[in-house]
């Protein structure tokens, strides 16, 4: 394993879209031609389901390992407007539509949810349900969580309307740590909330674990996973920390470069923390996820109905995401729709009455098939080729690529069909890499990806 990722950790895309980001090719996509595509979905498809992602993006202070967009303020007076601009999107899209959505997974994430007031956030998915409140067997809403901000009155309002899905930002339980990324929350503050939103109700609570953090030794993860594992939560995602402050400026410059695990240290942080998951119980999702067997998105990964999208896995398998708020992704399968990336500027454009995108990517059907390729491995580890594929020519340069990793043992293919292997697990973003054509055609590029182990 040691020399494998000396070998494949290399930069590359996350995957939770193909064409990643830096590869659109409309980075000044009309909204009509975004609009286009929504109605291609709704003609494809039968039905009328949708996902959507609401971004939040204030928080108090910055963790210098965050990688999203957000927006530091003490200024609480910025969330009433807010929350107008999104739901004055909101009404946007629906006087565009030519089918009434019917919402099947809401999800907030930031920035800091909890920043807002539990009754901005009510008044908020009041707007956008039409009603007090929702059965929760009807949609899956869920919310990003800080564990410092989040009040009892967040978790039982929350609950009250139909939420049962929370995710709780832990990172690292190490004091060095913490201070390394200027996130300060002692476990007594993790336990309080989850306890909390266990007795309120909530029926899938999930810890996001972060590794190869600036000062991150074996002894913080074994100590982290053990704390994590004294709550027990339904779901755990342990990330790879992204380190590309080229992209995300100085908020990531809060440490030295040599503070951070390379390589076979990093990778061997996850390992350890994947063996007391497992050992207590938990199953390996995808990449970078592990749950209870009793979870929804076990069960979703068990009977191969896993979904990804840009809010990650997914029990919920719809076509069409739509993002609302600052800097979100929208997803109709046929293009994607990224909204301005300022706050301001966003709710200026909102505000004038405008869909507020500024640049996205319309796919190709060699897209649209490379694509089915990439959620499938990403997903499931598998994938088929299509035998009727006008495309041959694509496929056999892919299985060209692909060679190396099958001479490593990371990949088996057989006929049409290629698998990654129990080791190949972990270097599935690679495989993934063989089969992107943007990357074929242009190379790899050092100041665009984080490492992919």
Same mark, same amino acid.
């Given at each position: 394993?040691?020399?494998?990722?000396?070998k494949?950790n290399v930069?590359?895309?996350?995957?939770?879209?193909?064409?990643?980001?830096?590869?659109?090719k409309?980075?000044?996509?009309?909204?009509?031609?975004w609009?286009?595509?929504?109605?291609?979905?709704?003609?494809?498809?039968?039905?009328d389901?949708?996902?959507?992602?609401?971004?939040?993006?204030y928080?108090?202070?910055?963790?210098?390992?965050?990688?999203c967009?957000?927006?530091i303020?003490k200024?609480?007076?910025?969330?009433?407007?807010?929350?107008?601009?999104?739901?004055k999107?909101?009404q946007?899209?629906n006087?565009?539509?030519?089918?009434?959505p019917?919402?099947?997974?809401?999800?907030?994430?930031?920035?800091?949810?909890?920043?807002?007031?539990p009754d901005?956030?009510?008044?908020?998915?009041?707007?956008?349900f039409?009603?007090?409140?929702?059965?929760p067997?009807?949609?899956?809403?869920?919310?990003e969580?800080?564990?410092?901000?989040?009040?009892?009155?967040?978790?039982?309002k929350?609950h009250?309307?139909g939420?049962?899905?929370?995710?709780?930002?832990?990172q690292?339980?190490?004091?060095?740590v913490?201070?390394?990324?200027n996130?300060i929350?002692?476990?007594?503050?993790?336990?309080?909330?989850?306890?909390?939103?266990?007795q %309120?109700?909530?029926? #899938?609570?999930? +810890?996001?674990?972060?590794f190869?953090?600036?000062? &991150? *030794?074996?002894? =913080?993860?074994? @100590?982290?996973?053990?704390?994590?594992?004294?709550l027990?939560?339904?779901? %755990?995602?342990?990330? #790879?920390?992204? +380190?590309?402050?080229?992209?995300k400026?100085?908020? &990531? *410059?809060?440490? =030295?470069?040599? @503070?951070?695990p390379?390589?076979?240290?990093?990778?061997?942080?996850?390992?350890?923390?994947?063996?007391?998951?497992?050992?207590k119980?938990?199953?390996?999702?995808?990449?970078?996820?592990?749950?209870?067997?009793? @979870?929804?998105?076990?069960?979703?990964?068990?009977d191969?109905n896993l979904h990804?999208?840009?809010?990650?896995?997914?029990?919920?398998?719809?076509?069409?995401?739509?993002?609302?708020?600052?800097?979100?992704?929208? @997803?109709?399968?046929?293009?994607?729709?990224?909204?301005?990336k300022?706050?301001?500027?966003y709710?200026?454009?909102?505000?004038?009455?405008?869909?507020?995108?500024?640049?996205?990517?319309?796919?190709?059907?060699?897209?649209?098939?490379?694509?089915?390729?990439?959620?499938?491995l990403?997903?499931?580890?598998?994938?088929?080729?299509k035998?009727?594929s006008?495309?041959?020519?694509?496929?056999?340069?892919i299985?060209?690529?692909l060679?190396?990793?099958v001479?490593?043992?990371?990949?088996?293919?057989?006929?049409?069909?290629?698998?990654?292997?129990?080791?190949?697990?972990p270097f599935?973003?690679?495989?993934?890499?063989?089969?992107?054509?943007?990357?074929?055609?242009?190379?790899?590029r050092?100041?665009?990806?984080?490492?992919?182990?």
């Amino acid at each position: 394993m040691q020399s494998l990722v000396e070998k494949y950790n290399v930069p590359g895309p996350r995957y939770t879209s193909y064409p990643t980001v830096p590869f659109w090719k409309n980075n000044s996509l009309s909204v009509a031609d975004w609009l286009k595509t929504i109605e291609r979905n709704s003609n494809t498809f039968d039905t009328d389901d949708i996902s959507l992602y609401i971004h939040l993006p204030y928080c108090e202070s910055l963790c210098t390992f965050c990688g999203c967009h957000k927006r530091i303020t003490k200024n609480h007076a910025v969330e009433g407007p807010y929350i107008d601009a999104v739901i004055k999107e909101w009404q946007l899209y629906n006087e565009q539509f030519n089918f009434t959505p019917v919402i099947r997974e809401l999800h907030f994430g930031g920035g800091t949810p909890t920043f807002f007031a539990p009754d901005e956030l009510i008044r908020l998915v009041r707007a956008i349900f039409n009603t007090d409140a929702i059965d929760p067997n009807e949609a899956e809403l869920s919310f990003e969580a800080h564990p410092n901000n989040t009040s009892r009155e967040h978790l039982e309002k929350l609950h009250a309307f139909g939420f049962r899905r929370l995710s709780l930002g832990i990172q690292d339980y190490s004091p060095t740590v913490q201070q390394a990324i200027n996130r300060i929350q002692p476990f007594e503050d993790v336990k309080k909330v989850h306890e909390q939103a266990k007795q %309120i109700g909530y029926t #899938s609570i999930s +810890h996001d674990l972060v590794f190869g953090l600036p000062k &991150q *030794r074996m002894n =913080d993860i074994i @100590d982290t996973v053990t704390k994590t594992l004294e709550l027990r939560p339904d779901r %755990i995602a342990l990330y #790879s920390y992204a +380190h590309v402050p080229w992209i995300k400026g100085n908020g &990531q *410059r809060g440490y =030295d470069e040599s @503070d951070l695990p390379q390589d076979n240290e990093k990778r061997s942080l996850y390992e350890k923390a994947k063996s007391m998951l497992e050992a207590k119980g938990y199953i390996e999702i995808g990449m970078d996820h592990f749950a209870l067997p009793h @979870d929804d998105l076990a069960k979703a990964f068990q009977d191969k109905n896993l979904h990804r999208n840009f809010m990650g896995y997914t029990t919920q398998n719809t076509d069409f995401l739509l993002g609302l708020g600052m800097s979100s992704i929208s @997803d109709s399968w046929f293009g994607f729709a990224q909204n301005e990336k300022s706050t301001e500027k966003y709710m200026e454009i909102v505000n004038s009455g405008v869909i507020p995108i500024f640049r996205g990517h319309v796919l190709s059907e060699l897209d649209l098939e490379i694509r089915g390729y990439i959620l499938d491995l990403m997903c499931h580890f598998e994938t088929t080729l299509k035998a009727d594929s006008p495309y041959k020519e694509v496929q056999d340069a892919i299985i060209g690529r692909l060679t190396e990793m099958v001479n490593d043992g990371l990949v088996v293919i057989e006929e049409n069909k290629v698998c990654v292997t129990e080791i190949g697990i972990p270097f599935v973003r690679n495989c993934c890499m063989a089969f992107d054509q943007d990357l074929a055609d242009k190379g790899q590029r050092e100041n665009l990806f984080s490492k992919t182990i």
